[in-house]
């Protein structure tokens, strides 16, 4: 919030003070205190789409020889500027953003029309459905297909705990706006959850993303001992329909046993706010799963990670790797030993 002048032209040049807010609560707080809207001011982002991502593959290239799947990701690395010429689509670029083939625009059905068309042209080039070589069970990513009504009996109770507590922190008239509320498909079945189920005794997962992946490795595994925070490092795109933030950990957490914080990473910077959550907790034994990594200088922020179907210990691999070809090497397993 800041403080600004307003000048109305219309009025003689009279100015008044004011405050300029980005945020909806904010400004709803305002308003009941007597301040009226000046003016409004609408930043949208357009939608993205992933084309290809080399750390969490989609079906059917997460099924393919790594020798295939390299080679159609560098041809359609090398083509799409082609596909996209004189056409409002831009591609995304990012610092370091090696493993990443992804696609923005003002509308949603044209970018899933032209990764449609990008990827059956790559697919059709290396005809990867006569080299198939690994299950779902083992393939080189894991994707939303499981139907969420066909989950085990204690992920179905994780799920009605979590959704019976946060629905508290969501204006009742808001909950059907809220995708956590909405989620239909959870992550499948995959040897990253039994993997990861060994690195200590409790897990906490970081929403909106940790709640499909919680599901599926609970549902996965059988283990009971799951745990959830929440954290926004730009924007909540929920603010509006909640009375107050989730902020804290649910179930209760205590750190009488480990515990290993789990979620998506760009950078790690929100597992890296879990850690601190738990550290003003009191609590130490702490092991971070960074999922999908999209740049080498985020590994040396968590402890694992997972790429390309593959949970790696960070120092085990991280001296092997070169900063430029890291994602290659990890994919075909040609670092240096």
Not at 62 to 80: A, G, H, K, Q, T
Request: glycine share 6%; hydrophobic share 35%; proline share 2%.
């Amino acid at each position: 919030m800041k403080e600004i002048m307003l000048t109305s032209k219309q009025h003689f040049g009279r100015t008044v003070s004011g405050v300029e807010i980005t945020s909806l609560k904010d400004v709803n707080k305002a308003i009941t205190k007597g301040c009226s809207v000046q003016n409004v001011k609408y930043i949208l982002r357009n939608p993205e789409v992933m084309i290809c991502d080399l750390s969490n593959l989609e079906y059917p290239l997460s099924l393919c020889d790594v020798s295939v799947i390299w080679d159609c990701f560098e041809y359609i690395w090398d083509n799409l500027d082609k596909k996209l010429f004189k056409t409002p689509i831009k591609r995304v670029y990012g610092e370091g953003l090696d493993t990443e083939i992804a696609i923005c625009g003002p509308s949603l059905s044209d970018l899933e029309d032209i990764k449609k068309e990008v990827l059956m042209e790559a697919y059709d080039k290396f005809q990867i459905l006569t080299n198939i070589k690994y299950s779902l069970y083992d393939a080189k990513g894991v994707e939303r297909i499981r139907d969420i009504d066909k989950i085990s009996s204690h992920a179905i109770h994780i799920k009605t705990e979590l959704l019976e507590y946060y629905r508290t922190f969501i204006w009742e008239k808001d909950i059907t706006k809220i995708k956590l509320f909405n989620t239909e498909k959870i992550y499948q079945n995959h040897r990253i959850w039994s993997d990861i189920s060994s690195l200590g005794d409790k897990k906490l997962f970081v929403l909106n993303a940790g709640f499909q992946l919680a599901l599926a490795y609970t549902n996965s595994t059988g283990d009971k001992n799951i745990y959830f925070s929440e954290f926004h490092r730009e924007n909540d795109p929920y603010e509006q329909y909640k009375k107050y933030a989730f902020n804290d950990i649910f179930p209760e957490i205590d750190g009488k046993e480990s515990i290993v914080v789990i979620d998506k990473m760009y950078t790690g910077g929100t597992i890296q706010l879990a850690v601190e959550q738990l550290q003003r907790k009191g609590i130490s034994d702490i092991v971070t799963v960074g999922l999908f990594p999209k740049a080498f200088k985020s590994l040396s922020s968590v402890d694992y990670f997972v790429f390309a179907g593959n949970l790696y210990k960070t120092s085990s691999v991280l001296h092997k790797l070169s900063e430029i070809n890291w994602h290659k090497e990890l994919l075909l397993g040609i670092w240096e030993d």
